[in-house]
């Protein structure tokens, strides 16, 4: 478990998916994409719920070093002492397969030209692109 010192200026950061725990540290501060833009943890920041977009979790100091990982969809919760990310997908940038991400990025544009009239079908290759796009881009160092 990370350390959980109130005095020690870190936050605990957990970084969660439905099938494992990807992250459980500290860090001094925590960059995350939320679905209306990046937003920056601190120690001591107000409480925060947002719903978390496509993109880069990326970890300053602390226990963990800098460190980063792809995130897309989920909720993230802050704390001032602790942020806890609950991600639908999370990897860390070695475990990206380019190739998928391709096929993914393929895939939404696809559905983009197939979405004729439907608004919601443009909404799902918009996300089904955006997230492939982040994906590309954390595997190659180049997000945000």
Avoid: C
């Avoid at 500290?26 to 990046?38: C, D, F, H, K």
């Avoid at 990982?69 to 602790?82: I, Q, S, T």
């Amino acid at each position: 478990m990370a350390d959980t010192n109130t005095n020690s200026g870190l936050l605990t950061v957990r970084l969660v998916t439905p099938d494992r725990v990807l992250l459980d540290a500290t860090a001094n501060a925590v960059e995350l994409p939320s679905m209306s833009g990046y937003l920056e943890a601190l120690y001591g920041a107000a409480p925060l719920l947002a719903e978390l977009g496509a993109g880069e979790v990326r970890l300053h100091g602390g226990s963990s070093g800098d460190q980063k990982f792809f995130v897309a969809w989920g909720f993230v919760e802050v704390l001032p002492e602790r942020v806890t990310i609950l991600a639908e997908t999370a990897l860390h940038p070695d475990e990206i397969d380019r190739n998928e991400a391709l096929q993914e990025l393929q895939e939404g544009e696809k559905l983009w030209q197939e979405a004729g009239d439907e608004g919601d079908k443009y909404d799902e290759a918009n996300a089904v692109t955006r997230k492939a796009e982040e994906k590309l881009a954390s595997a190659e160092g180049k997000s945000h």
